[in-house]
């Protein structure tokens, strides 16, 4: 069992942009700092985990709503088979 171990997320203040760190225990959690708008999927879902967050700087207190979305796109015609 991995004891202490996250990874942060940075969310950027929605007021200021000032990124605030947000620490998620879900995915692999190796230390990772992530951009909000890089994290992999499965860190993200525990992103709200200290949330409400508090801009340091303006003193907006903000959370991450998150969205789940699909698309199916087309890659390419395979080959016929022989
Ligand atoms: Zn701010």
């Given at each position: 069992m991995k004891m202490g171990v996250y990874d942060t997320i940075?969310?950027?203040?929605?007021?200021?942009?000032?990124?605030?760190?947000?620490?998620s225990k879900s995915g692999d959690?190796?230390?990772?700092?992530?951009?909000?708008?890089?994290?992999?999927?499965?860190?993200?879902?525990?992103?709200?985990?200290?949330?409400?967050?508090?801009?340091?700087?303006?003193r907006t207190v903000f959370e991450v709503k998150l969205f789940t979305s699909y698309e199916v796109v087309k890659i390419k015609n395979a080959k016929n088979k022989n």
């Open positions: 940075l969310v950027p203040c929605p007021t200021c942009g000032e990124k605030e760190e947000a620490q959690c190796l230390l990772r700092t992530f951009e909000l708008d890089k994290c992999p999927i499965d860190v993200l879902p525990d992103v709200n985990r200290h949330a409400p967050f508090t801009c340091n700087k303006c």
